[in-house]
């Protein structure tokens, strides 16, 4: 097994300039595709005495936004909008300014059926392969910075609208047939039924996956992540909820794990081996009769055992009975138990919101990595303003910011001098 962790040892980040990125986006190559971009940032200054010096590895993960290119066409004003709302965001977020050292690409789509929504990300043909390489092309070339792809089939959760226009609600139109573990909707009485999955539907999924961790290694992706959580078609084979079969994939964890390790194991076989494989997995149902931590502990083993590098610990969005108890880094202890217990590197995620959090969760090891979204939807400058709280000022920001950088790092000083005046 290689060091993961290794892609991720030193400072990275992307120059500010556009002209190639912008360029991949006028010619028609993301014809029937969207591309949604997650961006991480790493902390990594040895020579720091801060405990923000301990997260040499520490992960921060940044949603960003869809980029609609259907055919290489607009559909409407909103796209027409979008596109210019995306185009700013590219020129801030994707090259890093906010402390980005992996761009990460979420929920990429193995087929067209495989999708979520009609938005989604694809690399089921090499078109999109050819266009992702243009992305990954450009970051290497302008920047350290590492990118990883996540691969993943939607399975009883498709043929979905828009998050912002009815989330898990089927489509008004155009839906395609789902497939799932079993016979299930997602939401009874609303969602599509998905039809049980045949050994031929195995088969033909588990090779989808397959060309589509070819292609991604083929365009240049450093970091592959096999998408087993949330409900999704990988997870509704693992979770109890959703796999109610009776053959030699349904029953004991054991057999319930059976069809995503031999998809994991068809994926790692084309992966290249110098390249990290991690794999995400919903490590609480959060109902009763679900997935437990104590499951989540054999799932990582399990998946250790057949070659991956990294377990991500997310939980529930299996069942809308869930019944998650929420709070800040309520999903830690999951990272925690599988670390620990499995033997693995994990990543941690869910309500981590400051850098106290970051550092406290690696310098203690509960985890290997730490992944925050929201805040970053707030603050696109999250990392780097989170540095100058803490009065972290060696970390590296673009020549062109240096100015705010000092103004940043003034104003704090002065609230800091104030407080502590009026305190007295």
């Not at 720091?48 to 409407?76: K, M, N, R």
């Not at 920047?143 to 399975?155: E, L």
């Not at 969602?191 to 961790?213: L, N, Y």
């Not at 999704?232 to 349904?250: A, K």
Request: hydrophobic share 45%; with cysteine.
């Amino acid at each position: 097994m290689i060091n993961a962790l290794g892609l991720l040892k030193r400072r990275r980040f992307l120059p500010l300039f556009s002209t190639q990125f912008l360029g991949a986006f006028n010619d028609n190559l993301f014809k029937n595709a969207m591309v949604l971009f997650v961006v991480y940032g790493v902390f990594n200054d040895e020579a720091s005495e801060t405990l923000f010096s301990a997260v040499a590895t520490g992960l921060f993960i940044l949603p960003f936004f869809l980029l609609s290119a259907l055919a290489g066409q607009l559909a409407d004003t909103r796209d027409k909008a979008m596109i210019i709302r995306i185009v700013k965001f590219c020129e801030i977020l994707i090259m890093a300014v906010g402390g980005a050292g992996l761009v990460f690409t979420e929920a990429t789509a193995v087929s067209p059926e495989g999708r979520i929504s009609p938005a989604d990300t694809g690399i089921w043909n090499d078109t999109q392969r050819d266009a992702w390489k243009r992305i990954v092309d450009f970051v290497h070339a302008g920047s350290d910075a590492k990118i990883a792809m996540q691969i993943g089939h939607a399975g009883r959760k498709g043929s979905t609208r828009l998050a912002w226009d009815g989330i898990d609600l089927p489509l008004d139109e155009g839906n395609w047939p789902l497939i799932s573990a079993s016979p299930l909707p997602y939401i009874d009485g609303v969602s599509q039924t998905p039809r049980e999955m045949t050994r031929a539907d195995m088969g033909r999924v588990k090779d989808d996956f397959v060309q589509a961790a070819r292609r991604a290694a083929e365009a240049g992706f450093d970091w592959l992540e096999l998408h087993c959580a949330h409900g999704y078609l990988l997870s509704s084979f693992i979770s109890p909820l959703t796999n109610q079969r009776t053959d030699e994939y349904g029953g004991s964890l054991e057999n319930r794990l059976r069809y995503p390790l031999e998809v994991f194991r068809a994926v790692r076989a084309v992966w290249p081996d110098a390249r990290p494989m991690s794999v995400r997995i919903s490590a609480h149902d959060w109902v009763e009769g679900g997935i437990t931590p104590d499951d989540a502990v054999q799932i990582a083993r399990a998946f250790k055992a057949a070659g991956a590098d990294l377990i991500d610990c997310s939980s529930g969005q299996v069942s809308k009975a869930e019944k998650p108890v929420y709070g800040r880094m309520f999903q830690t202890p999951f990272a925690d138990r599988v670390r620990n217990e499995a033997g693995i590197p994990t990543i941690a995620v869910g309500a981590i919101f400051e850098a106290d959090h970051v550092n406290s969760i690696i310098a203690s090891g509960r985890a290997d990595l730490c992944a925050l979204a929201r805040p970053h939807l707030a603050d696109p400058f999250w990392t780097l303003h989170e540095a100058a709280k803490i009065g972290y000022k060696d970390l590296p920001w673009p020549a062109q910011y240096y100015a705010g950088k000092r103004q940043y790092e003034t104003n704090l000083e002065r609230a800091a001098a104030y407080a502590q005046q009026i305190g007295k």
